[in-house]
Antibody, heavy 119, light 108 residues
Framework: QLQLQESGSGLVKPSQTLSLTCAVS??????????WSWIRQPPGKGLEWIGY???????YYNPSLKSRVTISVDRSKNQFSLKLSSVTAADTAVYYC???????????WGQGTLVTVSS | SYVLTQPPSVSVAPGQTARITCGGNNIGSKSVHWYQQKPGQAPVLVVYDDSDRPSGIPERFSGSNSGNTATLTISRVEAGDEADYYCQVWDSSSDPVVFGGGTKLTVL
């Protein structure tokens, strides 16, 4: 079965760039009909969609984060990545990666990784 | 942007039925998906496309969607159902992906 696993730095300094990777196993990231998303959840708060990349390589970002977000894919490693620049304490959150059927539900999700923005 | 409104909390006794609503403008025209999130865990899909259940999700979980309200219904509630529940839609007119604010289900 498909599994997703996030990895990356758990502590980032303010104004720096947050970088995370989602490794996909049990299936190909190049499979048609799916998009690959990043979603975050600040401590004690709800879910916020960050953006996604389609199997074709097209990307779509949350307008509120668009100026700071880049999502890319490495097909040779079967993984996709998130970069969020100019971070502040408000970017402290658990970051999840997830797969979605085109324009539909998110399933499965990675286990999530906590990123703290602090000096 | 499209907004999904959920009650912050719902309480129900074991064995009873819990109904969690998700309000949105003409939400009945969209496909609604529901997620269960227990403390310290990632969200898990429990209902998709308004009323379909992924494999492994008990039949006690069901969904409906009409007009301006979608509803997740949990029958014969168990202590293990205590969790946060989120609704979600895709909205091509604004932010592609929208989540509701979440509802905390408490089993009394």
């Amino acid at each position: 079965q498909l599994q997703l696993q996030e990895s990356g730095s758990g502590l980032v300094k303010p104004s720096q760039t947050l970088s995370l990777t989602c490794a996909v196993s049990g299936g190909s990231i190049s499979s048609g009909g799916y998009s690959w998303s990043w979603i975050r959840q600040p401590p004690g708060k709800g879910l916020e969609w960050i953006g996604y990349i389609y199997h074709s390589g097209s990307t779509y970002y949350n307008p509120s984060l668009k100026s700071r977000v880049t999502i890319s894919v490495d097909r040779s490693k079967n993984q996709f990545s998130l970069k969020l620049s100019s971070v502040t304490a408000a970017d402290t959150a658990v970051y999840y990666c997830a797969r979605a059927r085109d324009g539909s539900e998110f399933d499965p999700w990675g286990q999530g990784t906590l990123v703290t923005v602090s000096s | 942007s499209y907004v999904l409104t959920q009650p912050p909390s719902v309480s129900v006794a074991p064995g009873q039925t819990a109904r969690i609503t998700c309000g949105g403008n003409n939400i009945g025209s969209k496909s609604v998906h529901w997620y269960q999130q227990k403390p310290g865990q990632a969200p898990v899909l429990v209902v998709y496309d308004d009323s379909d259940r992924p494999s492994g999700i008990p039949e006690r979980f069901s969904g409906s969607n009409s007009g301006n309200t979608a509803t997740l219904t949990i029958s014969r509630v168990e202590a293990g159902d205590e969790a946060d529940y989120y609704c979600q839609v895709w909205d091509s007119s604004s932010d592609p992906v929208v989540f509701g604010g979440g509802t905390k289900l408490t089993v009394l």
